[in-house]
């Protein structure tokens, strides 16, 4: 991410869905996702999860059923979230998030693809899942439900104001 711009697009409206485990995000470009939890975290901006430099990014496995139990707004940039494995230390700026909405599923496949290489698996230790359960839904990544079920939103955030 080449950082933020006068041309970055920014969000126009953040809603996390706690049961379907959905951030929902638009931004003013017209670019509109539905980010599963779990892709979020698996995916984390953060030293921990991509490492320090090339080659030491670090797989994370296990993922699937982890939660946001906060999302706090890091300055007009960006939104920090707290997820329920304890990580708290990636910075999702608008740029990185817009990357992830336009890029997600080659993202997710990409993932689903290191994980299987790998011989691990999404599912949290001790689920009693097998190992190698990537079957074709997963391919889809967690599914987050439409209409007024979810109309769960956690935090609401309004548009920001673009970078000076």
Do not use: C
Request: charged share 25%; no cysteine; net charge negative.
């Amino acid at each position: 991410m080449a950082g933020l711009t006068r041309q970055t697009p920014v969000p126009t409206t953040i809603v996390v869905h706690r049961r379907s485990r959905v951030m929902e995000i638009a931004f003013d470009d017209g670019t509109h996702a539905r980010l599963p939890f779990e892709f979020l975290r698996v995916l984390s901006p953060s030293a921990e999860v991509r490492g320090h430099g090339p080659g030491q990014e670090v797989l994370q496995v296990g993922k699937r059923e982890v939660d946001i139990e906060a999302l706090e707004p890091v300055g007009n940039y960006a939104v920090q979230p707290r997820f329920s494995d304890g990580h708290n230390t990636g910075i999702y700026s608008w740029d990185y998030l817009h990357h992830l909405a336009i890029d997600q599923q080659r993202l997710w496949a990409d993932y689903l693809a290191r994980l299987q290489a790998a011989g691990k698996s999404r599912e949290p230790a001790g689920s009693g899942a097998p190992a190698d359960a990537h079957g074709p839904a997963d391919a889809r990544g967690p599914a987050g439900g439409e209409g007024p079920a979810d109309a769960d939103g956690m935090k609401s955030t309004e548009a920001r104001r673009r970078p000076p």
